[in-house]
């Protein structure tokens, strides 16, 4: 059997990541994994567990209970929840006990069923870097600051949380710099990955550059 072929997207919060890996699944009929819903799910574990987020021994025993059927909450999209997502996301033994679920994804892409499929689209942060450094397409979605934090506000006052914008806008610079500076498997752009700004481009505009960059690299 051919090697499952596999589209490594990473990027800062809000950048646009999860919107172009879901288009771009769907384009080539891969399967779409959003690794970040894996780290929201051990946060919001801790979180409802009544546990400090720097209890690294809680949040293990949590990254090691996280189930497929876990990741639909809707309380995974949160504001609270995306900040514990990235305290607990420092922990090495968190990123370790998510490790092997993410590769056997990249290794045996499915859809929502089960059912095997010759490629996936995976984001996160460190796809291209840590997760899937073989991938033979690697994309690396960003933003300003700002237009990530407009979005982001839209989103959340959407979703019915009365939160201001100037509080979104710290918690993604806080949540940034904590996730590119820690020493685990920070986000970080892959010397390979092609650079996509979206701080002037729809969802549109982005797959169209993601396209373009594809090419003929999934041959
Ligand atoms: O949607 P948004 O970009 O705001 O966040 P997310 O992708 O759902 O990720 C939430 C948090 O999980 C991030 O701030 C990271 O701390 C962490 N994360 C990570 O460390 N590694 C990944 N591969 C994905 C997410
Ligand atoms: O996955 P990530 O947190 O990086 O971002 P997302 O969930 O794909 O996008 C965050 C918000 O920005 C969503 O409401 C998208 O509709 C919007 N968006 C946009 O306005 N322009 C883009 N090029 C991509 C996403």
């Not at 890996?21 to 819903?37: E, I, K, V, W």
């Amino acid at each position: 059997t051919p090697r499952p072929r596999i589209i490594a997207v990473d990027g800062p919060a809000a950048s646009g990541k999860g919107t172009l890996a879901r288009r771009l699944a769907r384009h080539f009929g891969f399967g779409y994994l959003d690794t970040g819903l894996l780290y929201r799910a051990v946060g919001l574990r801790v979180l409802r567990a009544g546990k400090d987020l720097g209890d690294e021994a809680a949040a293990i025993a949590a990254a090691g209970a996280v189930t497929a059927a876990e990741l639909a909450d809707p309380e995974l999209r949160s504001g609270p929840t995306g900040n514990a997502a990235s305290a607990v996301a420092k922990i090495p033994g968190v990123r370790q006990a998510l490790f092997d679920l993410q590769r056997r994804f990249a290794a045996h892409p499915t859809d929502d069923r089960g059912r095997p499929l010759l490629g996936a689209v995976i984001d996160g942060r460190d796809i291209g870097t840590v997760i899937c450094p073989d991938a033979p397409v690697k994309l690396f979605v960003n933003a300003s600051l700002e237009t990530r934090a407009k979005r982001r506000h839209k989103e959340l006052l959407e979703r019915g949380e009365a939160i201001i914008y100037a509080r979104v806008l710290e918690d993604i610079e806080r949540r940034d710099e904590q996730d590119r500076s820690r020493s685990v498997a920070p986000m970080a752009k892959a010397p390979d990955a092609f650079e996509i700004d979206t701080t002037g481009l729809d969802a549109d505009g982005a797959f169209a550059a993601a396209l373009a960059f594809i090419g003929s690299r999934l041959d």
